[in-house]
């Protein structure tokens, strides 16, 4: 989802665009090719094995979002991460079960994943993953459906319930027209004959009982999706699955994200094994 306005130039203006390796990945799974910027540690050597962090864009934007959002040569300095934004296009990381030229689940788990291996000396036990807003959403979709992959994951500002009537509102408020919907129905189908629902967070974990491992999540009190936020929270707690959910002011924009991706940099670094 994009932003809502673009408050604060100067948060953009101390931000390091620069990555140190851009990607172009083609594959059968994807109608067009996927940029992916790669930043690493000042003191990434050859000899050593670094945590991973995948960071995923929201709705409309592209793999350059985080790269604007916040400065990530800083973190991956900080923290002695590598972190690696892809571009998700409309896809809501999903494998669309009616465009096969996008079938994003796939692209991620065996194209980058895959490359980003073999590209670098990647600690297995301390990957991570985050995003905002669709991509807050398509990161627990990972987690949920591959924890053994993952350590632990985040998303802030998640559009977490893949609902027609709710995001049609959002689709409204943002851009009013229905281009979040019209998108949705090229990958999932018609709501009229499609169950949508079943690609919720809430329907995931509900599916996988086995799944108990921990995350964080936030969202800003003022932020249309902030239900979404508080809803997961209820069903997680009476599932019993151990998150952190920080709900704070805040809008659905890139200052409150500038802001909230460090609290999720601060979480994976405490849960490095």
């Not at 350590?151 to 998640?158: H, I, P, R």
Request: aromatic share 16%; proline share 4%.
């Amino acid at each position: 989802m994009t932003k809502l306005i673009l408050m604060m130039i100067g948060v953009y203006s101390s931000i390091s665009l620069q990555a140190q390796e851009k990607w172009s990945l083609k594959s059968e799974y994807l109608s067009h090719s996927d940029t992916v910027l790669v930043y690493k540690p000042k003191i990434y050597n050859e000899t050593e094995k670094y945590p991973l962090v995948y960071l995923l864009h929201g709705y409309s934007e592209n793999y350059k979002q985080w790269s604007q959002t916040a400065d990530l040569q800083k973190l991956a300095d900080q923290y002695g991460f590598i972190i690696v934004t892809p571009d998700g296009f409309t896809s809501y990381y999903i494998n669309s079960p009616i465009d096969k030229g996008s079938r994003y689940e796939d692209f991620f788990f065996n194209k980058l994943v895959p490359k980003v291996h073999q590209s670098f000396n990647i600690d297995e036990k301390n990957i991570f993953i985050s995003g905002l807003s669709m991509g807050g959403y398509g990161s627990l979709r990972y987690f949920i459906l591959h924890p053994d992959y993952f350590n632990t994951a985040g998303s802030t500002s998640g559009a977490l319930e893949i609902d027609y009537s709710d995001l049609q509102k959002v689709s409204q408020l943002f851009w009013q027209n229905n281009r979040m919907t019209r998108d949705l129905i090229k990958n999932l189908g018609n709501p009229k004959n499609a169950d949508w629902n079943k690609y919720s967070i809430s329907t995931l974990l509900l599916q996988n009982p086995n799944f108990t491992k921990p995350f964080i999540f936030d969202c800003g009190t003022h932020d249309v999706l902030y239900s979404h936020s508080e809803n997961l929270k209820a069903l997680t707690d009476r599932l019993e699955i151990p998150t952190t959910f920080i709900s704070q002011p805040g809008n659905h924009n890139t200052e409150y994200w500038n802001r909230s991706i460090e609290q999720h940099f601060v979480y994976f670094n405490q849960h490095i094994k």
